[in-house]
């Protein structure tokens, strides 16, 4: 079954240790896209200025990804920067434009909204229920951060209300439910609405709690992490996708989707921006699904 | 096969936001004694003074340790304390007394010495070195500090030179390999001696580098963890007597001998010091093992 995603596209400036991507293809919905178009049909809902590059659109096109909703506005495209440092776990942001993305009020073009799988990339909540008054998904999975759970907490604790599933870090799952424990942090956060929550961990991995118990795994090791941004987006996108081509919510389905999500998250982190992430195909994917269950077995 | 362990007995004072535990039995050799014993028969090699309670050499023998190498000397036990905050994964030292450990030199009795397994616990690697020259273990495992990296690193380079394992935390990883990898501070410890190395990360599972490839699991997850003072250690006696038990240090015994290690490390973070591990047996263990296939199949 096809996929609707709605959130941002960008021109991400990275620094690292090893190196500088320049205004390099970002935004979270592209990577969500991106990761997604390997399992299923994509719909991806989201706003760029008149200076987004055309070779960006080209490469998701060639992906298969619909743009129908895919909006260029007046103005310039939404402009992230931030700097990593030899600790891959930490980066500081140096700087957001938000530019087009400011004003953007998510429309859904028919596909996009009669799609049976929804994923609410980390927008404003208020833009978020825009988008479920519109959709008519019957699964939603939803992404937020800290600044959100700080500012707009009426609002979100609204969207939640509403949705199957949360995927979040686990130091949001901190801001968000003041648990530092995650099992009662994902209990929490189940009384607010969501059956299904996903803690994301980074570099250690990540944490589902389904409707019939827990399931834990450790990341995809990587000799080399050349830019995480991304990553967490790529896990949704895999994680969504593996659900929506299934078109199966079950535990077992759920748990598998979590290792799609993972592995293809760790693509993305070997390359700047979605560099790698874009090059590959799904048996890259299954072929590092079969090395992470080599990984995990006991 | 029996197994041997030489390192510290303490007296721990431990303050969390749940609670104190004054003076109750702690140390690294302690911890890994209790969770061993649980699989061979574990001979114990430590300095206690005049002031060790009794009660503790009685739960010690009575968990079928052996004592003889456990040595009474004038003055008072070592003692330790700390404090942890919310954020159990860190924690403050607050004081630490060597007393009778300031002057130790472990002498290994004849069951000691002959045992086919030996751990080194975390104590000056001059030390290590004088239990490598009395022992005749055929699987050396060693564990370190930050301390001993920085201060005594001649004489740790000759102990990791001649051990088969290394237990050690992520963060001592990179003190020790200049990594922030752990792919790669695994390859530095290597080229150091040991052709196996357990990289532990608390909460967030554990790492293992066999001959044959890597073995990542999650830790298992607790609802409630009162004091994780200790759970490293019950680790590596988890892990050490699995293996002693089996006497097979294959990679299939390695990566399940990490589970046993895992969930037996689990146990004690449910109670101050070894209050919860004193009071489990083999079948607690195995249950929480299959628990523990259930949390990460897939």
Not at 126 to 150: G, K, P, R, Y
């Amino acid at each position: 079954m096809s996929l609707t995603v709605v959130g941002s596209i960008a021109l991400d400036t990275v620094e690292t240790p090893w190196g500088r991507n320049e205004e390099g293809l970002g935004g979270a919905a592209t990577f969500f896209s991106l990761a997604a178009a390997n399992y299923t049909q994509v719909h991806l809902v989201g706003v760029v200025g008149e200076d987004f590059p055309v070779e960006h659109i080209a490469l998701l096109r060639e992906k298969g990804i619909d743009l129908a909703g895919l909006e260029t506005a007046p103005g310039r495209t939404f402009r992230w920067s931030g700097r990593y440092h030899r600790d891959v776990n930490h980066r500081d942001t140096l700087d957001t434009q938000l530019n087009v993305f400011a004003a953007f009020h998510p429309k859904l073009p028919k596909e996009a909204r009669t799609a049976k799988y929804l994923f609410l990339g980390n927008i404003h909540p208020a833009l978020q229920l825009e988008v479920l008054e519109q959709a008519q998904a019957s699964f939603v999975a939803l992404d937020t951060m800290n600044l959100w759970i700080h500012t707009t907490r009426d609002d979100l604790a609204k969207v939640l209300s509403r949705v199957d599933c949360l995927i979040i870090n686990d130091s949001e799952v901190r801001d968000l439910t003041g648990e530092n424990n995650v099992i009662r942090g994902a209990d929490a956060i189940r009384a607010l609405g969501p059956r299904i929550v996903v803690i994301k961990k980074g570099e250690h991995g990540c944490l589902l709690f389904h409707e019939d118990g827990l399931f834990a795994v450790p990341a995809f090791p990587l000799r080399d992490v050349i830019d995480p941004t991304g990553a967490g987006d790529t896990f949704a996108g895999g994680f969504m996708g593996c659900i929506a081509q299934r078109d199966d919510m079950s535990p077992a389905t759920l748990c598998q989707a979590v290792v799609h999500g993972s592995v293809t998250a760790s693509f993305t982190c070997e390359a700047f921006g979605p560099n790698r992430l874009a090059r590959i195909a799904r048996p890259d994917i299954d072929g590092r699904f079969d090395a992470f269950r080599r990984l995990v077995e006991f």
